[in-house]
C-alpha cells in the first residue's frame, strides 16, 4: 500500500508510544477489525492502535489530530450499521478500545460502578452481580458488545421497558475529544443540575464527537426471583390493551413485554423441533412476559391475578405459567429458536423502527398491507418490544426470487415500510443507530433545521471532520 | 424611563402583533413579573410579553432577534436562583409563557401526553390522573411551577429515586430557538435512536439556549395504593445501609427516603405543637419513607418484613407505620412543619446540594466540623432525599448576630460546605441549577475545557447571546 507522508508520520509516531501490542499494521493481525456483525465489510485500515490507558487513547488521537488522519474508534464489533468499520479508502486509523477493560471502582452503597470503555457488557453484569446489584443492560450480544459502544450507540435491549436505554444508565463519562484532550466528567452523583449536561451529547452520538475512555454506570437491586408466562391472544389491540393492564397490575415491576406472531412460534418450532406447541391451541398472537423482584413479593399471585383480569376482559385467550427455572427458559427459548428459524431463511430485511405503542396495531395492519401490495409472495416476521414500542418489523422475499434480485427488491419493501412509519411519526432506528446503512433514509427526513444544528454541534467538537466522520452525517 | 430606539421599534412591532392582552407595559401590572419564590427582585423589564400560541412567541423572538433586544423567558416564578428574572437594567423584554396553558393530547395507551410549556404541573398531574395515569414529577412549588420552567432547569422533587428528573420524562420537545425559529420535536416516541439527540441541551440549560413551548411527557401508571414509615436511627451510616436494604426489600417500589435529623423533628414541633413527638423517645436521625404500587400487592408485609430486618441489622431503633391515609398524612406534616419552623428562624442559608449516596455519612459529619469550626454558635438543619443523594445542608446564623452581618457570614460558611463538597466529588446544585446566584461558585469551580464547550454550545444556539445570558455563564 502506497502510504502517503502524513499518514507514514502518524504510523512510526504511533509506533514508539504504543509499542509492538498497541499498534497493528498486518492485514491478518487486523483483519478481525474489519468486520462487524452484520457482516457488513468495508475497506482495510491504515492501521489499529489498541492503546492500553486513557492517557494512551488521549496520545494516540492528538497525533492523529496533528497529522490530519481520520480516526474510527472501535469497540467489540457487534454493530449493525457500518458505524465502526473504518472506511473503504484506507485512509482511517482504527482505535480499538478493547485492552481498557478494568472495572475501576465498585460502589454498591451508591449504586453505582465506575469501568473503562473497554469492558465487555457481560464482565461488567457480573461484577455488579457480586456486589448483589444489577447492570440491567441485557443484549443478546452482551458476551461480545462493549460499555464504550453501548454509549456510543445509546443501546436499549430487552429491559428498557423497566431500566430505560443506555442514556438512563450513565451518570459520568471520561472521554478524549477530537483534538485528544481529555474531559473528565466522571461523576458518581444521581442529581446534579449544574449547566448544560454535556455528557448526553455523547450518548448516541456513534463515536463522532469524542471516544468514550470511561463511564460511571448505575446500577439496581439485584432481582432475586422472576417469573416468566407466555399468553395467546387474538390481536395486536389486545396485546396492546394487556400491557397497559399488565403495567398497573404487576406495579412496574415488568422486565419484559414481547409480542410474537404465530408465525414466529412456527419459525421457532421449525429450527428446534422438541420445543412443541407451547398452548394447546394455536394462536395468532402471544406475548411473553417477565415479571422480577428483589424483596419477597408473591409474584405468582400477581400474574395470575393479571391473567384472570385478561381473560375477563377477552385479551388473553390462554396462557402457560412458568412454574421453574427451567420451564422459564424453555419459554424464552421460543424468542431465541424463532430468531434461528429467521436467520435460516437467508437473506431478509431487518429493521428496528419504533411507533408510539397506541400506533402499534394501526402500523402492524397498514405496514403489512403496504408491503403485501407490493409483493404478494413476501413474508413478514414482525415481532418487538411491546414497552417501547420498538418492532423488529422483517420481511422475508418470496421463496423463488433469484438471489441476485433480493436486495434491491427488499429496499423497495423498506421504502414503503418506512412511508408508513413516516405517517405514524416513527423512528426508523429505535435501537442500532444510523451509522453508514441508514444514512441515507435518516437524511432524507432530516428537516434542514435539525441538520444546520447537528452539524453545528459536530463542527464545534470535531472542526477537522476526522472523528468517526460519515457516519450519521455525511462527511463535509 | 427613556427608552432607546431599537428598543420602541420592538415594542411598537409587539403591541400590534401581540393585541393588548400580549404586552403589558405598566409597572403595576409588571409588578409580579420581577420576583421569584426566593424573593429575589433585580429591575423592571422593558416589557412583558405574553404570547398565547407557539407561533406568537416565535414571533416575538423573532422580532427581538430583528431589533437586537435580549430576552427573559419566564414560567412559574419558583425558581431560587434568580434565573427568570429580567435583568436590572431594564433592557430585557420577559416573554412569560403562561398564557400557553393547553393539554394538547393524552395518549393513555402510549402513557404519554403532550402539554403546553406553560400548564402548570399540578394541572398536568390532574389531566394524567384522569386517565388513571400518573405524572410522577412532584415539587413543592407544584401548585404554581410551570412544565417548561420543569424543563429548562431539569426538576426533581420528591420521587426522583424511584422516577427519575424531568430528563426522563420527556420524550419530545418544541422549542423557540433565539432567532425565532421553531424546532419541533414532539415526539411520542419511548425508544428512538436516531442522530445526535438534541433536546437534552435544553433540559437544564435554563432558557440560554431556547424557549421551550411544548412537551411531551412520560407517564406511570396511577398508584392505586402507598404506606408511609417513620422510623427512628441511630446514625447516618445506618440511614445509608438501610436505605440499600429497603431498595431491595420493596423492590424498587420506594417513591421517598427522606433523611431527618432530631433537630427537624423538634422545628416541626415547634412549629405544629400538637404533632407530638412521633416516636417513644427521641433518636439522632429519623427515615422518613414511602412506597407506592399500582397493583394488589401486599405492601404492610412488605414494609414490616424491612422492619423486621432493618431492626436484626441494628439499623432501626423503633419505627412507625402508618395504617391510614390520615396517620400517612399526619407523618408528611413533620416534613412541612419542619420547613416552615426553619423559615420563622429568618435569613438562613439554603443550599441544594449532592453527593454519592455512600458519602452522606462522612460529608455530613466533615461539613459539619468545618462550619461549627469557624462559627461555634450556628445551627445545622442537614436533611435531604438519600436516594439521590441530595441534601438541603442548611445554616441557621447565631442567634444573637445582627441582621446586617448575617448574610457575609453565611456565605463565608457557604464557602467552607463547599469545600468539603469538592472534596467528596459532589454538586452544589442538585436540583434549583445555577442562575445568576450560584453562577460565580460555578464558574470557580468549571474547568477551563468544560467553560470552552459550554461557551461553544450557547455561541452556537444563540451568536448574539439575546437568549436569557448571563445566566449559567456570563454574558459575552
Redesign the interface.
Known amino acids: 500500500m502506497n502510504v502517503p507522508s502524513h499518514r507514514r508520520a502518524l504510523l512510526e509516531a504511533l509506533a514508539e508510544r504504543l509499542g509492538e501490542r498497541g499498534l497493528l499494521r498486518e492485514p491478518e493481525a487486523m483483519a478481525r477489525y474489519v468486520a462487524d456483525w452484520a457482516g457488513d465489510r468495508l475497506g482495510e485500515p491504515l492501521a489499529v492502535a489498541r492503546p492500553a490507558t486513557t492517557a494512551e487513547v488521549a496520545e494516540t488521537v492528538r497525533l492523529c489530530h496533528e497529522h490530519g488522519v481520520a480516526m474510527s474508534p472501535q469497540g467489540g464489533h457487534s454493530g449493525l450499521v457500518a458505524g465502526a468499520l473504518p472506511a473503504a479508502d484506507g485512509g482511517e486509523l482504527v482505535i480499538s478500545l478493547e485492552r481498557l477493560d478494568r472495572v475501576r471502582d465498585i460502589?454498591?452503597?451508591?449504586?453505582?460502578m465506575t469501568v473503562d470503555a473497554g469492558c465487555i457488557l457481560e464482565s461488567v453484569k457480573q461484577a455488579a452481580a457480586e456486589h448483589?446489584c444489577d447492570f440491567p443492560l441485557s443484549l443478546g450480544a452482551q458476551g461480545s458488545c462493549q460499555i464504550g459502544g453501548n454509549i456510543a450507540?445509546?443501546a436499549?435491549g430487552l429491559n428498557?421497558l423497566r431500566h430505560?436505554?443506555m442514556?438512563?444508565l450513565v451518570l459520568g463519562l471520561e472521554v478524549v475529544?477530537p483534538d485528544g484532550?481529555v474531559?473528565?466528567?466522571l461523576?458518581?452523583?444521581?442529581?446534579?443540575?449544574?449547566?448544560?449536561?454535556?455528557k448526553?451529547?455523547f450518548?448516541?452520538?456513534e463515536g463522532?464527537?469524542g471516544i468514550v475512555t470511561g463511564a460511571v454506570l448505575k446500577l439496581?437491586?439485584?432481582p432475586?426471583q422472576s417469573r416468566t408466562a407466555l399468553l395467546g391472544l387474538p390481536s395486536v389491540t389486545a396485546v396492546?390493551?394487556l400491557y397497559?393492564l399488565a403495567?398497573?397490575?404487576?406495579?412496574?415491576?415488568l422486565n419484559a413485554f414481547e409480542l410474537i406472531p404465530r408465525r414466529c412460534m412456527e419459525l421457532a418450532m421449525e429450527a428446534t423441533p422438541d420445543l412443541g406447541d407451547p398452548l394447546d391451541d394455536a394462536h395468532p398472537w402471544y406475548v411473553l412476559m417477565e415479571v422480577a423482584?428483589?424483596?419477597?413479593?408473591?409474584l405468582d399471585a400477581?400474574l395470575e391475578?393479571?391473567l384472570e383480569r385478561g381473560m375477563e376482559h377477552g385479551l388473553v385467550e390462554d396462557g402457560a405459567l412458568a412454574t421453574s427455572e427451567a420451564q422459564a427458559q424453555r419459554l424464552w427459548q421460543f424468542r431465541e429458536s424463532m430468531l434461528e428459524g429467521q436467520r435460516r431463511r437467508g437473506e431478509h430485511l431487518r429493521t428496528d423502527i419504533?411507533?408510539?405503542?397506541?400506533?402499534i396495531p394501526a402500523f402492524v395492519e397498514r405496514a403489512g398491507e403496504a408491503v403485501m401490495a407490493a409483493s404478494p409472495d413476501c413474508e413478514i416476521i414482525a415481532y418487538g418490544?411491546v414497552?417501547?414500542?420498538?418492532l423488529h418489523f422483517n420481511i422475508l422475499p418470496p421463496p423463488d426470487m433469484a438471489e441476485a434480485d433480493k436486495r434491491d427488491h427488499l429496499h423497495a419493501l423498506e421504502e414503503r415500510l418506512f412511508a408508513v412509519l413516516d405517517d405514524v411519526?416513527?423512528?426508523?432506528?429505535?435501537?442500532?443507530?444510523?451509522g453508514r446503512t441508514k444514512q441515507a433514509a435518516?437524511l432524507a427526513r432530516?428537516?434542514p433545521?435539525?441538520r444546520e444544528?447537528?452539524e453545528?454541534?459536530?463542527a464545534?467538537?470535531d472542526p477537522e471532520g476526522l472523528m468517526n466522520s460519515g457516519r450519521?452525517?455525511p462527511p463535509r
Chains 1, 2 share one sequence.
Request: glycine share 12%; with cysteine.
Open positions: 460502589d454498591p452503597v451508591n449504586f453505582t448483589d450507540t445509546n436499549g428498557v430505560g436505554m442514556r438512563q475529544l484532550r474531559w473528565d466528567d461523576s458518581a452523583l444521581h442529581k446534579d443540575n449544574r449547566g448544560i449536561d454535556l448526553q451529547l450518548l448516541g452520538s463522532t464527537l439496581a437491586p439485584r432475586t396492546v390493551d397497559g403495567r398497573r397490575d404487576c406495579s412496574d415491576l423482584a428483589s424483596g419477597p413479593l408473591d400477581m391475578h393479571l419504533s411507533v408510539p405503542i397506541s400506533a418490544h414497552g417501547d414500542g420498538n411519526g416513527g423512528s426508523l432506528s429505535a435501537e442500532h443507530g444510523i435518516y432530516l428537516s433545521l435539525e444544528l447537528a453545528g454541534i459536530k464545534l467538537f450519521i452525517l
